[in-house]
């Protein structure tokens, strides 16, 4: 969570020269407009600037460019986003799609690798492009992936749907032209899970970041962060922060299970515009550690010279295991221990690949993380390799 951030005034003067970059406007659809080509590599048209299949309304132009910039700061060396089909000039029927008309349904890619393919093994950044979309107006996603459906809600199953993004624009929640955009940065965006490794003892400390686009000169230097708790009561009203260095640490204790909302509002000079928010950012809080219990070998078990670990894994929080590391003592009073490297995904059991001697008692544990961040560890369980163990020498 502890990103780094890039202040605005890097990006700035690039990223509004983008957006206002010309384009032209469908004579069969008004207010239908191409994506132009890139003025950079922060992203892809899948089919050639021309070719009559990347019209849309400017609201979803605007959308694209935004997201493209965004991501392209937080990974620039890739994958970048690639921009398919949405609609045609004139809005008309777009096969093989049965939508694609109203210029607002794009199809989306990364390229590489694809992040939008449930075969990429990266869900969670998967997660964080769709969060990043969701925050800048996207209403519905649609994507097979289970676990991006479970972390964010706007995202839905559609059958031929498992190796693109199928985005749906929401017009009235995409940033408008010439103000400042606001964007929670990517540790507590939207329907993110926070763990308790994220907060301080007393559960207190939370880090709540974000990004300012485009801000013009005359604007004030600082913004204000509001904290809700779910039923929409005011938690927490910061003092003024500066934009310079756009971190706030929540100073209240947040509760083990409870979901919390919050925003930045930009605070302008008297006089020179009117407020600008964030979009509400939802969060929910899963303060306790997984559960871990070691299954096989069991304490006290004899096994081969090849075991298999195996141990459950209880979560009523976020969900599943997201990572493990197992760790093989060989030494029963010491602990002194041989480490595998950490291991994606959701597992349960483990089979040891180096030949471990035999009639030798050793002592084993998992250590698991689940989606919040927290981390577990099993308790210690010993087993024999059963056969004759070596002469000492003398």
Same mark, same amino acid.
């Not at 693109?164 to 940065?185: A, N, R, S, Y």
């Not at 204000?224 to 260095?245: A, C, I, T």
């Given at each position: 969570?502890?990103?780094?951030?890039?202040?605005?005034?890097?990006?700035?003067?690039?990223?509004?020269?983008?957006?206002?970059?010309?384009?032209?406007?469908?004579?069969?659809? @008004?207010?239908?407009?191409?994506?132009?080509?890139?003025?950079?590599?922060?992203?892809?048209?899948?089919?050639?600037?021309?070719?009559?299949?990347?019209?849309?309304?400017?609201? *979803?132009?605007?959308?694209?460019?935004?997201?493209?910039?965004?991501?392209?700061?937080?990974?620039?060396?890739?994958?970048?986003?690639?921009?398919?089909?949405?609609?045609?000039?004139?809005?008309? *029927?777009?096969?093989?799609?049965? *939508?694609?008309?109203?210029?607002?349904?794009?199809?989306?890619?990364?390229?590489?690798?694809?992040?939008?393919?449930?075969?990429?093994?990266?869900?969670?950044?998967?997660? $964080?492009?769709?969060?990043?979309?969701?925050?800048?107006?996207?209403?519905?996603?649609?994507?097979?992936?289970?676990?991006?459906?479970?972390?964010?809600?706007?995202?839905?199953?559609?059958?031929?749907?498992?190796?693109?993004?199928?985005?749906?624009?929401?017009?009235?929640?995409?940033?408008?032209?010439?103000?400042?955009?606001?964007?929670?940065?990517?540790?507590?965006?939207?329907?993110?899970?926070?763990?308790?490794?994220?907060?301080? =003892?007393?559960?207190?400390?939370?880090?709540?970041?974000?990004?300012?686009?485009?801000?013009?000169?005359?604007?004030?230097?600082?913004?204000?962060?509001?904290?809700?708790?779910? $039923?929409?009561?005011?938690?927490?009203?910061? =003092?003024?922060?500066?934009?310079?260095?756009?971190?706030?640490?929540?100073?209240? !204790?947040?509760?083990?299970?409870?979901?919390?909302?919050?925003?930045?509002?930009?605070?302008?000079?008297?006089?020179?515009?009117?407020?600008?928010? #964030?979009?509400?950012?939802?969060?929910?809080?899963?303060?306790?550690?997984?559960?871990?219990?070691?299954?096989? @070998?069991?304490?006290?078990?004899?096994?081969?010279?090849?075991?298999?670990?195996?141990?459950?894994?209880?979560?009523?929080?976020?969900?599943?295991?997201?990572?493990?590391?197992?760790?093989?003592?060989?030494?029963?009073?010491?602990?002194?221990?041989?480490?595998?490297?950490?291991?994606?995904?959701?597992? *349960?059991?483990?089979?040891?690949? !180096?030949?471990?001697?035999?009639?030798?008692?050793?002592?084993?544990?998992?250590?698991?993380?689940?989606?919040?961040?927290?981390?577990?560890? #099993?308790?210690?369980?010993?087993?024999?390799? $059963?056969?004759?163990?070596?002469?000492?020498?003398?």
């Amino acid at each position: 969570m502890n990103r780094s951030i890039v202040l605005a005034a890097l990006v700035g003067v690039a990223f509004l020269a983008f957006l206002v970059a010309p384009v032209e406007a469908s004579p069969d659809a @008004p207010g239908y407009v191409e994506m132009p080509p890139p003025s950079d590599d922060s992203y892809v048209l899948v089919s050639p600037y021309g070719s009559g299949r990347a019209w849309g309304r400017p609201e *979803t132009i605007r959308f694209l460019s935004i997201a493209a910039t965004e991501w392209k700061r937080r990974y620039p060396e890739g994958p970048a986003l690639r921009i398919g089909d949405i609609s045609k000039p004139d809005g008309s *029927t777009f096969p093989p799609h049965k *939508t694609h008309k109203d210029g607002l349904s794009i199809d989306l890619t990364t390229r590489s690798p694809n992040l939008c393919h449930i075969k990429t093994g990266d869900s969670e950044r998967s997660i $964080e492009l769709a969060r990043l979309l969701v925050s800048l107006g996207a209403r519905r996603i649609f994507y097979n992936d289970p676990k991006v459906i479970e972390a964010v809600p706007e995202v839905r199953k559609l059958e031929k749907h498992d190796d693109h993004f199928h985005v749906i624009v929401q017009p009235e929640l995409v940033p408008e032209g010439g103000v400042p955009i606001v964007v929670p940065d990517a540790g507590v965006s939207a329907n993110a899970w926070v763990g308790g490794l994220s907060l301080d =003892e007393d559960q207190t400390g939370l880090v709540l970041s974000w990004r300012v686009l485009g801000v013009p000169k005359g604007w004030a230097k600082t913004a204000r962060v509001e904290v809700q708790n779910g $039923e929409g009561g005011v938690l927490h009203e910061s =003092e003024p922060v500066r934009v310079k260095r756009p971190v706030f640490r929540l100073p209240v !204790a947040l509760e083990h299970g409870h979901s919390y909302r919050w925003r930045v509002t930009l605070a302008p000079k008297e006089g020179t515009g009117e407020p600008v928010s #964030s979009a509400w950012s939802t969060f929910r809080c899963d303060l306790q550690p997984p559960v871990l219990t070691p299954v096989s @070998p069991k304490d006290g078990a004899t096994t081969t010279a090849q075991p298999e670990l195996a141990w459950t894994f209880e979560d009523v929080g976020a969900g599943e295991q997201v990572r493990f590391q197992i760790e093989v003592s060989r030494d029963k009073k010491r602990r002194r221990k041989v480490s595998l490297p950490e291991v994606a995904g959701a597992a *349960t059991k483990h089979t040891v690949s !180096a030949k471990l001697p035999v009639g030798r008692e050793y002592g084993w544990r998992v250590v698991a993380w689940d989606g919040a961040g927290n981390r577990a560890e #099993s308790a210690w369980a010993t087993f024999v390799v $059963e056969g004759k163990a070596p002469r000492k020498r003398r």
